[in-house]
């Protein structure tokens, strides 16, 4: 729906809507990173991992060979796929500072960061991408909130509160760790001025219509009765 009114507003194109789609969907998937035995985990560092290795090989010389290629691709993905991902298994716990609030900022913080100095998007591009990062983990967390309350019983299960948290005094080190980084995140930042400018800006949703005032798909009866006449 987010990404929907952008291009309806026309301040996003056809190929940065599917880029928020999928950074919104990545995002709601990150809360669960530390979960070991999630098939959810395993998808993601599957598909993280992809990419990566695409990237490191995109910058390799058009020289190298097929061959030479692959065994880089390969590599980059073997070393993030195993490696990385059993580093990453052993330092976490399940529903631990990764599934809490903060966590989400760092997402979000993060993915900006990454678009912008990586991917050379601009800062606009960037910093909406890192909103529907963190907007999907926050969507995540809620749910889950949601989910450990019991509306038929009207009575909070043992995970209630676990879901949608800033920190947790039992893992101060952690709670302390994620907010100094986030501190960091955000001096490394692109520029957020034209964002704010853009999505703050009541010009920017002034033609911007959720139900149409005639019929309904009128444009989309136009264009197919253009067809016909054609036909």
């Not at 911007?208 to 006449?229: R, V």
Request: glycine fraction near 6%; proline fraction near 3%.
């Amino acid at each position: 729906m987010a990404a929907t009114m952008l291009f309806a507003s026309a301040v996003a194109s056809p190929q940065e809507v599917l880029l928020y789609v999928i950074l919104g969907v990545v995002g709601g998937l990150l809360p669960d990173i530390d979960s070991d035995s999630s098939l959810t985990v395993r998808l993601l560092f599957t598909f993280v991992a992809t990419l990566i290795s695409f990237l490191v090989m995109f910058k390799q010389r058009a020289d190298n060979t097929v061959m030479e290629l692959f065994i880089i691709w390969a590599a980059s993905f073997i070393f993030i796929k195993i490696f990385i991902f059993s580093l990453f298994t052993k330092l976490t716990v399940h529903r631990g500072i990764i599934h809490s609030i903060p966590a989400a900022v760092a997402f979000g913080c993060t993915a900006a960061i990454i678009l912008n100095r990586v991917f050379y998007f601009n800062d606009f591009v960037s910093w909406m991408g890192g909103g529907f990062v963190f907007s999907g983990s926050i969507l995540h967390l809620i749910l889950d909130e949601l989910y450990g309350f019991n509306f038929l019983n009207l009575k909070a299960k043992k995970s209630s509160g676990s879901a949608f948290k800033f920190g947790s005094i039992k893992n101060i080190k952690e709670t302390v760790a994620i907010y100094m980084l986030i501190a960091a995140l955000f001096v490394a930042m692109p520029s957020h001025t034209r964002f704010f400018s853009v999505i703050f800006t009541p010009q920017t949703y002034a033609d911007l219509k959720f139900i149409p005032s005639g019929n309904w798909f009128s444009q989309l009866f136009a264009e197919l009765g253009k067809i016909d006449i054609i036909k």
